[in-house]
């Protein structure tokens, strides 16, 4: 009898409360993220590009529209990093300063499409009957234009500018949001909880913001990241045929379009901000496409 109770003292605990904390959904995505080497990889880029954003104006060491022509198309070196353009302006320092320019971007128009699929996806979703008929042929309506020539009507109705851009990239991808809203509104609101919460009583905005809404959240994350790069992308090339930022302001599409025309003379000019773009779209991408893998429900590892 001793014996067997001596053995029972000696055997090995288990903290369930710890076990439990690593099976809890929070847990479970954290682990996912830090083994998948796309979210990694995604995240450090995506960090260096809101560094740069945030402390760009520091570390630059030249103004960046400051004209000083007896530097003209200076080759990169240790005066200046990345060289100067056909002002003489040092494009390191302008290639930081339109980090700011690229995340403002990338951020105002996933808001406002944020925002606006949301409330367009559950109104939608929520009610269903002709409400849900009139928005939907809406939708269909706003996806039918080409991305792009969208864009470009917008920004010829308001006139060029960087926020014109903005509003544009915004508008332009509320129906992709609105429908995700939807289609997991439609499903969500004849689950149990749902029901519980009406027969008690709470109003509509109540179940749709507070039981619904959180719910659809995971597949807005994924779709806002990978929107993130295409606004970046999509903002540097108005900027670069004349209708987004205008010159002389430090953005990153506008450096490419006036570097162009000396290509062969002083390829850095165009090269840098090029590389600029492509590396922090990439690294976007790849965390969109990496936090699909991770938020993915039917994994379960």
């Given at each position: 009898m001793s014996s067997t109770t001596a053995s029972l003292a000696n055997a090995p605990t288990t903290d369930t409360g710890l076990n439990h904390a690593a099976r809890?959904?929070?847990?479970?995505?954290?682990?996912?993220?830090?083994?998948?080497?796309?979210?990694?990889?995604?995240?450090?880029?995506?960090?260096?590009?809101?560094?740069?954003?945030?402390?760009?104006?520091?570390?630059?060491?030249?103004?960046?529209i400051l004209v000083n022509t007896a530097d003209r198309f200076i080759a990169p070196g240790a005066q200046y990093f990345f060289g100067t353009d056909e002002f003489g302006r040092d494009i390191f320092s302008r290639i930081l300063y339109g980090a700011r320019i690229a995340v403002q971007v990338g951020i105002v128009s996933v808001v406002v499409a944020f925002v606006g699929g949301i409330v367009l996806g559950l109104i939608s979703g929520y009610y269903s009957g002709w409400i849900d008929t009139i928005l939907s042929r809406l939708l269909e309506i706003w996806l039918s234009f080409p991305d792009i020539l969208f864009v470009i009507a917008v920004v010829a109705i308001l006139g060029p500018s960087l926020n014109n851009v903005i509003v544009a990239l915004g508008f332009l991808s509320i129906p992709?949001?609105?429908?995700?809203?939807?289609?997991?509104?439609?499903?969500?609101?004849?689950?149990?909880?749902?029901?519980?919460?009406?027969?008690?009583?709470?109003?509509?905005?109540?179940?749709?913001?507070?039981?619904?809404?959180?719910?659809?959240?995971a597949p807005l994350i994924i779709l806002s990241s990978l929107r993130f790069g295409g606004a970046l992308l999509t903002g540097a090339g108005?900027?670069?045929?004349?209708?987004?930022?205008?010159?002389?302001?430090?953005?990153?599409?506008?450096?490419?379009?006036?570097?162009?025309?000396?290509?062969?003379?002083?390829?850095?000019?165009?090269?840098?901000?090029?590389?600029?773009?492509?590396?922090?779209?990439?690294?976007?991408?790849?965390?969109?496409?990496?936090?699909?893998?991770?938020?993915?429900?039917?994994?379960t590892r």
């Amino acid at each position: 009898m001793s014996s067997t109770t001596a053995s029972l003292a000696n055997a090995p605990t288990t903290d369930t409360g710890l076990n439990h904390a690593a099976r809890t959904p929070r847990a479970m995505y954290w682990r996912r993220f830090r083994r998948n080497p796309l979210c990694i990889t995604g995240a450090l880029l995506l960090a260096l590009l809101m560094f740069l954003a945030a402390f760009g104006h520091l570390l630059a060491p030249h103004d960046p529209i400051l004209v000083n022509t007896a530097d003209r198309f200076i080759a990169p070196g240790a005066q200046y990093f990345f060289g100067t353009d056909e002002f003489g302006r040092d494009i390191f320092s302008r290639i930081l300063y339109g980090a700011r320019i690229a995340v403002q971007v990338g951020i105002v128009s996933v808001v406002v499409a944020f925002v606006g699929g949301i409330v367009l996806g559950l109104i939608s979703g929520y009610y269903s009957g002709w409400i849900d008929t009139i928005l939907s042929r809406l939708l269909e309506i706003w996806l039918s234009f080409p991305d792009i020539l969208f864009v470009i009507a917008v920004v010829a109705i308001l006139g060029p500018s960087l926020n014109n851009v903005i509003v544009a990239l915004g508008f332009l991808s509320i129906p992709a949001y609105a429908r995700i809203v939807r289609g997991s509104v439609m499903s969500a609101r004849q689950e149990v909880y749902v029901e519980a919460a009406r027969s008690v009583g709470v109003s509509n905005a109540r179940i749709m913001g507070r039981h619904i809404l959180p719910n659809v959240v995971a597949p807005l994350i994924i779709l806002s990241s990978l929107r993130f790069g295409g606004a970046l992308l999509t903002g540097a090339g108005l900027s670069f045929i004349g209708l987004g930022a205008q010159p002389p302001e430090p953005e990153w599409g506008a450096i490419l379009s006036g570097g162009r025309t000396y290509m062969y003379q002083a390829p850095w000019i165009t090269v840098f901000p090029g590389i600029a773009i492509a590396v922090f779209v990439l690294g976007i991408n790849m965390l969109g496409d990496g936090l699909r893998d991770v938020l993915d429900p039917r994994l379960t590892r």
